[in-house]
């Protein structure tokens, strides 16, 4: 992870949500999940009546096209762009950044 150092999760959150507007969650973004997190996305989903399409791979592990949702964004946010199911995100959205990010308010600048 490449976190800038001493900035917590819960500070990231924040930032993520209020100086960018969770740009990494928007846009032509892919998000690959892990074939054991597709079953608890979908519950999410419909636990929160989110529409969520995602395209499944022969091994279990599926991808959700934000360009497939409405306003081309992740599903799981909510109208403030914070992160409905922050506390169960799939392991890519826990491991973000996962390189230094230019432009990223949270991201380190060291490789």
């Not at 690959?32 to 499944?56: G, N, S, Y």
């Amino acid at each position: 992870m490449f976190r800038k150092p001493g900035l917590s999760v819960l500070e990231a959150q924040r930032l993520c949500r209020d100086a960018c507007g969770a740009l990494c969650c928007q846009g032509p973004q892919v998000l690959v999940l892990d074939a054991h997190e597709v079953a608890p996305m979908r519950d999410h989903a419909a636990r929160l009546e989110a529409e969520l399409v995602l395209h499944t791979h022969p091994d279990g592990r599926a991808s959700l096209r934000f360009p497939d949702h409405e306003d081309d964004r992740c599903p799981m946010l909510d109208d403030t762009d914070a992160c409905r199911i922050y506390d169960a995100r799939p392991t890519r959205c826990r491991a973000f950044p996962e390189g230094p990010r230019p432009g990223c308010v949270i991201s380190s600048d060291e490789t």
